[in-house]
């Protein structure tokens, strides 16, 4: 296969030039674009339902800089467990910091995407990309790296209802909940990064770990107002808020 043939988009994903081309479900992030890539003029590409899971650039860079100088010097991996279009892969391969990403997504269309967004920003050959479902990856591709890993893991959220919730109950998100998504990373890792609504109940957050653990929540913003939070469980070391 030539690299020109790899480099056509599937039926699903686009590379909006002009607003009059996008969905009006999605063109309230239309005005968004450059804030999620950068340098989506060069020919970003996203399937219209990624618009609604891609981390900020900003966000993504700073959770990659949190993750890479608070972990322990032996964790040499990082396992990016639901990749999307890449924005977080991405940033976490330009931190320098990982001996090898793994990036994980279900759908392929949008796994093309993350693959083509990678050779743009130039970081496609730090990244190993798997399609499949990530629970699955873990225990079969990538059974031996626990050890050596952090799992990062920014779940679907249930869409866009979760904005409506004062308090986000993290036991019913869908299609995976919290207690199932710690389970599985937990047994996996012990160092394990979930990025979750930044209306999420805290206290189902902190029932997970026993007496004499904690663990660490961070809220990311942009222009002043909170994006998301990110959950660090696992002897992360790190310095709050920058």
Known sequence: MTEESEEIAPPEVHHYSDIGEVPWDIQNYWSQRHRIFSKYEEG???TDDAWFGVTPEPVANK???????STPKDKVVLIDAFAGAGGNSIAFAKSGRWKRVYAIEKDPAVLACAKHN????GVQSKITWFEGDCFEILKTHLKDLGFYS?????????GPGYRSDEV??????????LGHLYREYSAFSKHIVLYLPRTSDLRQL????????HVIVEHYCIEGASKAICAYYGDFKLTLSD
Not at 118 to 121: F, G, H, L, P, W
Not at 168 to 177: A, K
């Open 44 to 46: 970003i590409w996203l």
């Open 206 to 213: 902190a029932k997970l770990v026993g007496d004499g653990n």
């Open 63 to 69: 959770i990659a800089e949190h993750i890479s100088t």
């Open 118 to 121: 990678a050779k743009i920003y």
């Open 168 to 177: 986000f109950n993290l036991q019913t998100m869908e299609p995976y909940s």
């Open 150 to 158: 952090v799992v990062f893991a920014s779940p679907p959220w249930g």
